[in-house]
T-cell receptor, first 115, second 114 residues
């Protein structure tokens, strides 16, 4: 029973390039959450998605960031025209239902470095 | 929105001693409080959680207590071992309207000294 799978584990991009982060939730999980973690800080909520729907994107920067969770395939977090401040660890989590009913299970993250 | 404060930011204990980490939350509507352990280079791993209709929960050497009136909850680790060394995060979840997300504390770096 594979856990939440994120790839790539490490991603290096130059300023101005695009970063695409992928997340495959646990089997049977239809709710996906993306969090960002800056060095030596806690996790900050970015976006909550269900299949083909964005439920809550209140933590997403208004520009350059987008997320999707298509009917088929992994969830994608996309960062356009990356800047140095985007360097962080990005974690995906999944659950079977809303968190109140089932716990969140996290992947091991994608560490993005912008040079 | 919800705000979660966590203390201390670092904690060192001798192997075999107990460790206590405390968190406070601001939104009285929060009703679910998980604790996560994060080891270096890995994602957070759920270790225990508690819901607002329960005051205390225990799982072997780990226990969590919740005081809804004071809006604070604590993690207790007894008989600590070197493998307990990690960063621990508390979180609070509201689940009402659009607030269906976990708000995390800033983390506690626990070091268990052999």
């Amino acid at each position: 029973n594979a856990g939440v799978m994120q790839n790539p584990r490490h991603l290096v991009r130059r300023r101005g390039q695009e970063a695409r982060l992928r997340c495959s939730p646990m089997k049977g999980h239809s709710h996906v959450y993306w969090y960002r973690q800056l060095p030596e800080e806690g996790l900050k909520f970015m976006v909550y998605l269900q299949k083909e729907n964005i439920i809550d994107e209140s933590g997403m920067p208004k520009e350059r960031f987008s997320a999707e969770f298509p009917k088929e395939g992994p969830s994608i977090l996309r960062i356009q025209q990356v800047v140095r401040g985007d360097s962080a660890a990005y974690f995906c989590a999944s659950s079977t239902t809303e968190t109140r009913s089932s716990p969140l299970h996290f992947g091991n993250g994608t560490r993005l470095t912008v040079t | 929105g919800e705000n979660v404060e966590q203390h201390p930011s670092t904690l060192s204990v001798q192997e075999g001693d107990s460790a206590v980490i405390k968190c406070t939350y601001s939104d009285s509507a929060s009703n679910y409080f998980p604790w996560y352990k994060q080891e270096l280079g890995k994602g957070p791993q759920l270790i225990i959680d508690i819901r607002s209709n329960v005051g205390e929960k225990k799982d072997q050497r780990i226990a969590v207590t919740l005081n809804k009136t004071a809006k604070h909850f604590s993690l207790h680790i007894t008989e600590t071992q070197p493998e307990d060394s990690a960063v621990y995060f508390c979180a609070a979840f509201q689940g009402q309207g659009s607030a269906r997300q976990l708000t995390f504390g800033s983390g506690t770096q626990l070091t268990v000294l052999p």
